[in-house]
């Protein structure tokens, strides 16, 4: 495994070793801000199922983050990342500083129509996905896989880079891989490290919502999109320390509305449930991917 800091020499490195086994050979690419865990360790496992050469980013992007926001004690440890990437096979490992991503102040960015920003986690953090699409364009551009891999916890990262793939025609393919969870539920997550005992106990309300929305739709297509949100956020409510930013019911991927009174049974797409939920600082999401009218025979 080669550990590079330099965009140069990745590129001569990703030259190289498609040059030692031969230029048709795939690159598989896995962005990720550090603090590697078993969700990871799936995307790495699918990039090495479908490609030839794995790269694995670690750059924790400050301009995603907004003024009041964790970029500072986002968590960090670069010998337990080194580590996992080693035990699950990758090839290269770029680990830039943010002088050598951004050498002077930025004056080009990507950015998303606000159909698919203005709801879910785009309405609380103005400017996050420009940051998002930016330095992930930025690391295509750099790399350029052939796939990138991204875990679909974060589904409106990945319906936002999906629309910036194809509308800016990026040669690229999303790979777009399951939420992986503990053994009780919560989904995986860098930030789970700041919760104290507590609130990680009171954490799992997240997917056990989940479920009940599941439940309540396979024993009632006929309930309503709002009927069914209420249902989760009073569940959510249920755990005291839980602080809710958004349960939200959407069309997925385009992230549009649906009207409250909407009966399941007519929603003709898939629909996702999403949810953040603050426990003390610490912001969590999760949410399930379903197949409106048909979502029954899905759960």
Do not use: W
Not at 10 to 35: C, H, Y
Not at 88 to 102: A, K, L, N
Not at 289 to 297: E, F, P, Q, R
């Amino acid at each position: 495994m080669i550990v590079v800091r330099e965009i140069a020499k990745l590129r001569n490195e990703i030259r190289k070793q498609q040059i030692a086994s031969g230029l048709d050979k795939k690159i598989g690419f896995v962005p990720t801000m550090g603090f590697l865990h078993e969700g990871h360790a799936s995307l790495l496992r699918k990039a090495r199922e479908l490609a030839d050469i794995v790269v694995l980013s670690i750059f924790v992007n400050p301009i995603q983050f907004g003024p009041n926001e964790d970029y500072e004690r986002y968590p960090r440890d670069e010998e337990r990342d080194l580590a996992l990437a080693e035990r699950e096979g990758v090839d290269i490992v770029f680990m830039p500083s943010v002088e050598e991503m951004y050498p002077q102040p930025i004056k080009t960015k990507v950015s998303v129509s606000a159909d698919l920003t203005s709801q879910l986690c785009g309405a609380s953090r103005p400017g996050h996905f420009d940051g998002v699409t930016t330095v992930v364009s930025k690391l295509f551009h750099i790399v350029d896989p052939d796939y990138a891999f991204f875990g679909l916890k974060d589904a409106q990262q990945v319906a936002v880079i999906q629309q910036m793939v194809q509308d800016l025609s990026m040669k690229v393919t999303i790979v777009p891989c399951p939420i992986v969870r503990e053994q009780d539920g919560l989904a995986l997550s860098s930030r789970n490290v700041y919760l104290e005992p507590e609130q990680r106990k009171q954490a799992l309300v997240l997917s056990q919502s989940l479920q009940l929305a599941k439940q309540l739709i396979a024993t009632n297509d006929n309930i309503t999109i709002g009927e069914l949100q209420e249902q989760v956020v009073r569940h959510i409510e249920s755990a005291p320390l839980a602080v809710i930013d958004y349960v939200q019911i959407l069309n997925f991927p385009e992230l549009s509305l649906i009207h409250p009174s909407t009966p399941l049974s007519f929603v003709q797409n898939q629909i996702i449930i999403a949810l953040a939920v603050k426990f003390g600082s610490t912001r969590l999401i999760d949410n399930v991917v379903l197949h409106g009218k048909d979502v029954v025979s899905h759960v």
